[in-house]
């Protein structure tokens, strides 16, 4: 299976400023300001290693680590270019580990992202371990849900729709969007 991780996040950049800045239009028209940042490779054997120690992590996400072991991408910045949060934190391998230590994190899987107001995105070992390709589960708050999705179908729709909430969009119609502002 070919993975477009590499593809996506190429793209991604070719639109970064030489300061890895960028505008985006977010809901109704309004312009804002983002930044993205990318760590430096994984070691093929850090990864392994991790996996020896913990689960087998799917190819896709592998296929982000060997280019970046972590990133951030959509952070929102402020008129003066300063960072004020938002956006998708893709952790490092040291940092997954860091967060397998929350336990009501690491009960439901391996813990990978983490995105918006306490929300994280966390592999589903069961469904990894059962060859189940929409194994990536989102947890907001306390509520844990499928994506029905794997990580780099995620990271594909997640820089198209600009960081939005692209997987809450079925639920919003014309009848009940404008209530729900």
């Not at 590499?6 to 985006?24: A, E, Y």
């Not at 430096?40 to 992590?57: D, M, P, Q, V």
């Not at 072991?69 to 959509?74: D, E, F, H, T």
Request: proline share 2%.
């Amino acid at each position: 299976m070919s993975h477009f991780v590499q593809n996506t996040l190429s793209g991604l950049k070719k639109l970064l400023n030489n300061t890895n800045l960028m505008k985006i239009i977010s809901y109704e028209g309004e312009v804002r300001e983002v930044t993205c940042s990318f760590n430096t490779e994984a070691i093929t054997a850090e990864i392994e290693k991790f996996e020896n120690e913990n689960s087998k992590l799917p190819e896709d996400y592998k296929a982000l680590l060997t280019l970046h072991n972590g990133a951030r991408i959509y952070e929102s910045v402020d008129d003066d270019g300063v960072n004020i949060g938002g956006g998708l934190e893709i952790f490092s391998l040291d940092e997954i580990k860091e967060h397998q230590e929350i336990e009501y994190l690491s009960e439901h899987g391996i813990p990978i992202a983490h995105l918006l107001n306490d929300c994280y995105l966390i592999l589903d070992t069961e469904k990894l371990k059962s060859g189940n390709p929409n194994y990536l589960n989102i947890m907001e708050f306390t509520e844990l849900s499928s994506l029905n999705l794997n990580f780099e179908i995620f990271l594909d729709r997640y820089i198209i729709s600009q960081g939005e909430v692209f997987w809450s969009w079925p639920i919003y119609t014309a009848e009940n969007y404008y209530r729900t502002r």
